[in-house]
């Protein structure tokens, strides 16, 4: 059983030694120990938040903008192990279906409206 007197965190240590000796308590004692090391590889938890690469995102429409056309691209990071499905991120808009947002890259583009919705454009003057 291994245990630690430190939290451990692969984004600070991923690999460590480990040497164990061993002796004999015996009567009539030998003088003989023996060293052993063991490789020890600290895997990755999903213990780092993802973070915007922005604080705050800006961009300006047309009220002519059509549907489907592309604003920007949101983009995060995550800082667990590179490659590992603890970095994989989502992104998603909550709370507003005249946008939509590529669950993959983050890009962000005019939503196609619902069904018998007519898209009327973004009007400045009656916003």
């Not at 590889?41 to 213990?47: Q, R």
């Amino acid at each position: 059983v291994f245990s630690s007197n430190v939290p451990l965190d692969r984004e600070d240590l991923d690999f460590m030694d480990l040497i164990i000796d061993v002796a004999d308590n015996g009567r009539p004692s030998l003088a003989a120990s023996e060293s052993t090391v063991i490789n020890i590889t600290v895997l990755d938890a999903n213990d780092e938040a993802p973070v915007f690469d922005e604080a705050l995102y800006r961009t300006a429409i047309s009220e002519a903008i059509g549907r489907g056309e592309r604003l920007f691209q949101a983009t995060a990071t995550d800082a667990d192990l590179p490659g590992s499905r603890n970095t994989a991120l989502t992104y998603s808009i909550v709370g507003d279906e005249r946008f939509v947002v590529d669950p993959t890259s983050g890009v962000v583009s005019i939503a196609d409206p619902p069904n018998g919705v007519v898209f009327r454009g973004f009007d400045y003057e009656n916003a």
